[in-house]
């Protein structure tokens, strides 16, 4: 491959990596047994049972920062024994990718090796773009291994993505990154082991757990950790907990406000508030404000959350939410977020009922499919003369003119008369609001009055 656009084109995973590389990159690992943590790509997995037969699909890797989307890319190639091609979509474009191809035809010429084409953040490519794939991933010039942190439903045409195989990979387990670090600590090649450095368990535990599932920010803590213990004299003895958190800020909870995972973590906000448990509310809500969200963004989510799941059961909600946003536009952060936080606990512990929400979605549906009927003349305003003569208010029953203000009178189009769409549920205020609907229907039904109000 061209060493000028790709200089790492031919090393595949067994490129010699540089002595005072990253921790992260000196201990990637280069085979497929050497991954932990990763079923998409243990044994008796799609892929190995592939790669056993031979073949080499394409592959998408779909999974968060840190789970390994690059090292099961190089170790595929190593594992085949391809040429490593790798870019990112951050800073390439198509025609990098047409130099890779034609590259890539040349190396297949001569040496009959084919070429893995690594292509970080593939979702950045537009749909368009990603069609400059096809005609070499058929033709077999390329294997195509993209790695995304978004969903590729989404974001990857459909075309490429029936040609891929798609591997999900999740956040590393605690259980994972301890032996991780533990591989780390004791590599005296690759790792730390030269350094003396060694942790308590609770410790490997506290940083495992603080890393988040991401591989590589537990490694790069783990090397700053190294670093500050050897310049301190703090080696020989298992470092504790304590010492271990004096030595190496804690890692703020992994939220990326444009991806996936933002969606994720309101959706899991929403929904903990609909489903009324106020300690999920509490921890979602949490994570999103310790992962650097927009306060106001979750303002407005709680003061939707309000119209549309609490409603009329509890309509003290609503202004709950309007004045947890209110107090949180004077005081700001982080005083004002304990008032979207008392917000957030009211809501998840009022009664809930979706019944003006779904009645409203339910009479849009009824218009949009052509229930647009004129306004009946009894209840159109007349300030001209010449209204009155058209029959505009002519016959209007003034409801206050009887007992309890109800009048026997229909304010919908004849075409829609006796449709119901607001039914309220029987939880908090709208338990009122129904008994109030079902007097008013027998006070009419009483007078001889049969029509709905």
Same mark, same amino acid.
């Given at each position: ?6 200089? !790492? ?5 067994? =490129?010699?990596?540089?002595?005072? =590389? ?9 085979t ?16 190995r ?17 840190? &789970?390994?989307?690059?090292?099961? %890319?190089?170790? #595929? ?18 025609? !990098?990718?047409? @130099?890779?191809?034609?590259e ?27 069609d400059?794939?096809?005609p070499?991933? !058929? ?15 989404f ?17 590393l &387990? ?24 060694a942790?308590?368990? !609770?410790? *490997? ?13 537990l490694?790069n ?7 500050? /213990?050897? @310049?301190?004299g ?11 958190e004096?030595?190496?800020a804690?890692? *703020? %909870? ?10 994720? *973590? ?5 929904? &903990? ?23 106001? $963004?979750?303002?407005r ?14 309509p ?11 107090? $949180? ?9 304990l008032?979207? #936080? ?5 809501? %998840?512990?009022a009664?809930?009922?979706n ?8 009479? /849009? ?5 052509? =229930? ?19 029959g505009?208010?002519?016959? $209007? ?13 229909? $304010?919908?189009p004849? @075409?829609?008369?006796?449709r119901?769409?607001?039914?309220? &549920? ?14 008013? =229907? ?7 009055? %049969?029509?709905?109000?």
């Open positions: 491959m061209s060493g000028d656009l790709f200089p !790492e084109a031919r090393a595949g995973a067994a =490129a010699e990596v540089p002595p005072d =590389a990253p921790l992260a990159e000196r201990l990637r690992p280069r497929l047994d050497e991954i932990v943590g990763q079923p998409a790509v243990a044994e008796g997995s799609l892929l049972r592939a790669l056993e037969r031979d073949r080499l699909p394409s592959i998408l890797l779909w999974g968060p920062p840190g &789970s390994g989307k690059t090292t099961i %890319a190089r170790a #595929v190639a190593a594992h085949v024994g391809e040429d490593f091609a790798a870019f990112s979509a951050v800073l390439s474009g198509v025609k !990098e990718v047409r @130099a890779v191809v034609a890539a035809r040349r190396t297949r010429a001569d040496s009959g090796r084919g070429t893995v084409l690594f292509v970080d953040e593939i979702h950045r490519f537009n749909k368009s773009q990603q400059a794939f096809l070499h991933v !058929e033709d077999g010039t390329i294997v195509l291994v993209g790695a995304t942190t978004e969903n590729p439903s974001h990857l045409n459909a075309a490429l993505l029936s040609r891929c195989l798609v591997l999900t990979l999740d956040p &387990s605690e259980e994972s990154l301890v032996a991780i670090a533990e591989r780390a600590l004791e590599d005296e090649d690759r790792g730390l082991g030269a350094h003396g450095v942790l308590a368990p !609770e410790a *490997l535990l506290g940083l495992a757990r603080t890393s988040h599932g991401d591989a590589r920010s490694l803590r783990l090397e700053a950790l190294a670093e500050a /213990a050897v @310049a301190g703090q080696t020989g003895q298992p470092l504790d907990e304590e010492t271990t004096k030595l190496l804690k890692k *703020l %909870a992994y939220h990326d406000r444009a991806g996936d995972e933002h969606f994720n *973590l309101i959706s899991a906000f929403h929904k &903990s508030i609909r489903g009324g448990d106020p300690q999920a509310t509490l921890y979602w809500l949490a994570r999103m404000l310790d992962g650097g969200e927009d306060p106001l $963004y979750l303002a989510r709680i003061v939707r959350i309000a119209a549309e799941d609490i409603g009329l059961a509890d003290p909600a609503l202004q709950m939410a309007l004045a947890a946003t209110e107090a $949180y536009r004077f005081l700001g952060s982080p005083e004002g977020e008032a979207l #936080v008392q917000a957030a606990v009211y809501l %998840a512990t009664p809930k009922s019944a003006v929400y779904a009645a409203f979605g339910a009479v /849009a549906g009824d218009i949009k499919d052509g =229930a647009v009927h004129p306004v009946p003349l009894h209840i159109r305003n007349a300030p001209t003369t010449l209204m009155k003569q058209l505009y208010g002519k016959g $209007y029953v003034y409801p206050h003119d009887f007992d309890e203000s109800v009048a026997e009178q229909s $304010y919908l004849d @075409a829609l008369r006796g119901s769409w607001y039914e309220p &549920s029987p939880f908090g205020h709208e338990k009122e609001i129904g008994r109030r609907m079902e007097y008013w =229907a027998k006070l009419l039904k009483g007078r001889g009055g %049969a029509e709905e109000t």
